[in-house]
């Protein structure tokens, strides 16, 4: 008989279970990332994933959106990924490991990662690249995340996605931007082709069909989700390291998202980044970042049920 021996889980450690009930058979897999070495303004990120966490045990399993309670599921939670401290280079590694561990022993599960800063997706969309087709990112985020450089480092927070669409052919659809640098307005023009922009004022303005909008994108595609919680205005979200006024309310966020599910062939992970407890407000937006997961997954049910 062979033993095999895993050689990743070294890499977690032990946490509070999302939603506090814990099923290792669960199609729905937790990973907390609590990656903060490049960020900028405020600090605090590290501590999102436990504090999102916790919200998740004190709120109901109801999903408003579909209707529908999710009290009889439960979360695969694995625990946090191990960080080396002030070694970005260590903590990208050990990120890119767990994401090749979790694709080999939990190949059909749906991924979800609780960052941390906006940096974690880069090692988790290069891991699951690696081995999965990957479409379109789409990314709801009040930046694009496509610097050159920022503050003179090229991997940090600010160059996410400049970094990414130089190793992958990944067409990228921003929602919600409203705060970005003219290095990353050139960029953007250079590559219309790939990159599209869908503003707050284009969400609201209803003069345009979201499903046009989003259709090319989206429809029949596999789609990884990226979720920065300044998405949202401050007003919704105060507890973000980068806030930016003229932001995106949960129901216009929900609607969107209603769409991607349907209209996406396979969601190949998502993550929820730049949770900042230490400057929230009654942990508001620990609460909302909890929230939203459970709308994605009642969303996702749904879907499933009505393939089958």
Same mark, same amino acid.
């Given at each position: 008989?062979?033993?095999?021996?895993?050689?990743?889980?070294?890499?977690?450690?032990?946490?509070?279970?999302?939603?506090?009930?814990?099923?290792?058979?669960?199609?729905?897999?937790?990973?907390?990332?609590?990656?903060?070495?490049?960020?900028?303004?405020?600090?605090?990120?590290?501590?999102?994933?436990?504090?999102?966490?916790?919200? =998740?045990?004190?709120?109901?399993?109801?999903?408003?959106?579909?209707?529908?309670?999710?009290? %009889?599921?439960?979360?695969?939670?694995?625990?946090?990924?191990?960080?080396?401290? $002030?070694?970005?280079?260590?903590?990208?590694?050990?990120?890119?490991?767990?994401?090749?561990?979790?694709?080999?022993?939990?190949?059909?599960?749906?991924?979800?990662?609780?960052? $941390?800063?906006?940096?974690?997706?880069?090692?988790?969309? @290069? $891991?699951?690249? %690696?081995?999965?087709?990957?479409?379109?990112?789409?990314?709801?985020?009040?930046?694009?995340?496509?610097?050159?450089?920022?503050?003179?480092?090229?991997?940090?927070?600010?160059?996410?996605?400049?970094?990414?669409? @130089?190793?992958? =052919?990944?067409?990228?659809?921003?929602?919600?931007?409203?705060?970005?640098?003219?290095?990353?307005?050139?960029?953007? %023009?250079?590559?219309?082709?790939?990159?599209?922009?869908?503003?707050?004022?284009?969400?609201?303005?209803?003069?345009?069909?979201?499903?046009?909008?989003?259709?090319?994108?989206?429809? $029949?595609?596999?789609?990884?989700?990226?979720?920065?919680?300044?998405?949202?205005?401050? =007003?919704?979200?105060?507890?973000?390291?980068?806030? @930016?006024?003229?932001?995106?309310?949960?129901?216009?966020?929900?609607?969107?998202?209603?769409?991607?599910?349907?209209?996406?062939?396979?969601? #190949?992970?998502?993550?929820? #980044?730049? #949770? %900042?407890?230490?400057?929230?407000?009654?942990?508001?937006?620990?609460?909302?970042?909890?929230?939203?997961?459970?709308?994605? #997954?009642?969303?996702?049910?749904?879907?499933?049920?009505?393939?089958?």
């Amino acid at each position: 008989m062979v033993i095999k021996i895993v050689t990743w889980k070294h890499l977690l450690s032990n946490t509070k279970v999302f939603g506090c009930c814990n099923d290792e058979h669960s199609d729905y897999l937790i990973i907390g990332i609590p990656l903060e070495i490049s960020t900028t303004y405020k600090t605090g990120t590290r501590f999102a994933p436990n504090r999102i966490r916790e919200a =998740s045990c004190n709120i109901e399993f109801f999903s408003l959106h579909t209707w529908s309670s999710l009290e %009889n599921m439960c979360f695969n939670d694995l625990g946090d990924v191990v960080i080396s401290p $002030g070694d970005i280079t260590s903590s990208l590694y050990n990120i890119k490991t767990i994401i090749e561990g979790l694709l080999e022993e939990f190949p059909t599960s749906k991924y979800f990662f609780l960052g $941390g800063e906006h940096l974690v997706t880069y090692p988790i969309v @290069e $891991g699951l690249a %690696n081995h999965e087709n990957i479409d379109t990112l789409v990314v709801f985020d009040a930046h694009t995340d496509l610097r050159s450089e920022y503050l003179g480092s090229r991997i940090n927070h600010a160059t996410v996605f400049r970094r990414l669409l @130089e190793k992958f =052919s990944f067409n990228i659809l921003y929602i919600g931007a409203r705060a970005i640098s003219l290095d990353e307005l050139s960029f953007i %023009n250079e590559n219309r082709d790939n990159i599209k922009l869908v503003d707050p004022r284009i969400l609201y303005s209803g003069q345009v069909d979201l499903s046009d909008i989003l259709k090319n994108y989206v429809n $029949g595609k596999e789609i990884y989700l990226s979720i920065d919680m300044d998405v949202f205005d401050p =007003s919704y979200a105060p507890g973000v390291s980068n806030p @930016e006024p003229l932001g995106i309310d949960p129901f216009m966020f929900l609607k969107t998202m209603e769409y991607i599910i349907e209209a996406a062939s396979k969601i #190949v992970g998502i993550d929820i #980044v730049e #949770v %900042n407890p230490l400057v929230d407000v009654n942990d508001i937006t620990s609460v909302l970042a909890s929230k939203i997961i459970f709308e994605i #997954v009642a969303l996702m049910n749904r879907k499933d049920s009505a393939n089958k």
